[in-house]
Structure formats: C-alpha cells, structure tokens
C-alpha cells in the first residue's frame, strides 16, 4: 500500500520504543476498507487509561464512520485541504475537551490531558496498522452546534484513523508533504534549563 | 523495590500495549539512585517526535536533578502535599507550552500538544523502568518567575521522574492513595457519538 517504499522513521538522537519512531501522521488513507473494530476499540481503550489531572478524565469523543450523516457532517466543516484526504479514512474522531463538569468545577488542564489520551489513541493505533492523522484546520464552531454540545465539551481536533492508502493517489501538492522528511528541533533546543 | 507486590496494570476491556496498560502513576521513588542519563535522554527524545499542529511542536522543559538549586526552587514551589513525595524522585521536569513564537504567531493548540508529548515522554519512560508522576499542584508563577520565562512560554505542569521507591516508606495518608485500585470511566461513557 505504498508504505513499503516509505520510510517514515524518525531519525532519532537516542533509542526509543519502535512504536514511537515508526509512528507518523499520512494523508493517504484506503477508503476501501472499513474501520477495524477491534483495533478501534483498543485505541479507545488505550485512551481510557491515559492519565489526568486529579483524574479527571477530562476528554470525550465522537466517532464517526465512512458512509455515515454523522461522517458527512464532519467533512462538510473539514478545511479545503483536509478534505481532499481525510474523507478516506475508515473512521473520523472527534476530539472533545472537558473545561467543567455538569457542576461546574473547571478542570484547568483539560486541553493538556486531551492531548495525552489522544496520544495514547495514537500511539496504540499505530502499533495495531492504523494510521493517525490529527487536524485542526475544520470549523470547530459547526461540529461544535450540529451534535449539540453544550460549552463545558469543546472541540478541539479531528483525528482521521484507517489503514494506509497509496500515497500515489494523492493530488500533488499533497503528495509532496506525505513524502517529505520528517523533522523535529532538536532536544537541546527544547530543554531550556539542563540542571 | 515493593512493585512486586503491587498489581498496577490496568483492567482493560479491549487488549492494549503493555506500557500503556501498566503505566501508573507512583508517589514513591528512590532517594538514592541518580536519575539514569541515557532513559532520560530516551524520554525527551520521545518527547520530541510527538505529532503536533503545523509541526510546531509548541514544548519545551526544564531538567532539574534532584540536588541542584534549580531543583530546590521547584520543590519549594509545590503544594505541601506534593512536597512529601516528589522530591524524592532523581529528576523534576517542568513542561511549558509556547503559546506564540517570538514573531507572535499563536500556536492554539500550544497545551493540547504539549499533553501529547508528556504523554510520549512518560511512555517512553515506562517501557525503560523509570516512574513518571505529573503534578499541577504547584505555584506556577513562581517556576515563571525564578527562571524568567517570558509570557509566551507557559509553565503548565511538574514531571517526578525515577525509579520506583518502596510504598510502605510513605506517609499513611500518601501510601493509601498508591494502592487505591486504578479507575476509569467506561469507553461507552466517553464516546458521546457512535455512528
């Protein structure tokens, strides 16, 4: 599927689990294929256990897949870009913050540990062949109203998940990004104090 | 070191990846091991290949080594709660988020994607023996404040970082919490749409 003369794996300073280095974010999906659930639901799961702040668990979901209104409804508020490849894939989460519960106590960190959970989502899809593509460019505003969420539950990102497509298929200028290397700043920029 | 006799692998519903299902947050470290310097780099190095908006990878941290000065300002910045544990770990990390670049360019999802590579980092960590245990209960501005972060890089959360301690040196009150059974939210509760 075009992952065989791709490779992805970062190009690491020290050794990390072969998961988190093979672990990248495509745009082309199989739109062939529907979502494996079992692999769906580990990944779920594996969010589950993320850890939180006081353990709150401050996170929702909205699945959505291929072929459904609710999927439909999730690519209509898609960027332009974004949906000339997120469409294909087996499946579209919708990833929510919790910033209160029903009585009102603000959970401070809930961006912070949506972010967790959505990566340990990740994390376990990929080490099960499914692929994750995280976005921001889509109108939170839309989902946010269309499935009736009430403020406290804010939408953050959609995560497209399915299995790979080939990265041939793909419009060019999209193309071009897939096959781009992969590049981080390295890790003595990002420690600003090495006591 | 009392892990052996403490169970704290996750009751999941569908399979998941050792690390993640095992992963938990411990309050007992060791007061006597220095923290191993190659996991260490290991963790930020997996830091820094979590995914991020536009690549922008919106994080940086501080290191500090239990012993050093800048340690001693972070411990004196915690709650008293987190006083009686945390300084025992070989190494407190602070994690930020960049909130904009020096140009002013926002980055929205500055503490979602920080999340995500705490998460990264703490799996990461698991899977080479070390501990991780995040905290928010600390004076933030004060960690701002000693180390003169501008306001665009965000002091969000601590990370205790080492190895696991003995359980039954903690204080009663800090010792139950680390054998209270580890709980969760069902996926069904979390996934508001399933479609």
Known sequence: MGAATLDRTASTQSP????LAERWSPRAYCDQ??????KLASALEAARWSPSAYNNQPW??????????????????????????????????????????EDGRQFATAHYDLGQAVAHLSVQ????GLFVHQMTGFDAAAVQSHFDLPERLQVVSLLAVGDQGDAATLPEPIRERETAPRERRPVADTVLVDA
Chains 1, 2 share one sequence.
Not at 16 to 19: C, F, K, S
Not at 64 to 90: C, D, K, L, Y
Not at 125 to 128: C, E, I, L, S, T
């Open 125 to 128: 899809a990929h080490h099960d």
């Open 33 to 38: 294929t529907p979502i494996d659930e079992q």
């Open 16 to 19: 990390v689990l072969e998961v």
């Open 60 to 101: 929702r979901f909205l699945v959505a897949r291929r072929g459904t209104e609710a999927h439909a409804v999730i690519v209509e508020s898609m960027a332009e870009f974004n949906q000339q490849w997120a469409p294909q894939a087996g499946v579209i989460i919708v990833a929510i913050a919790e910033l209160e519960n």
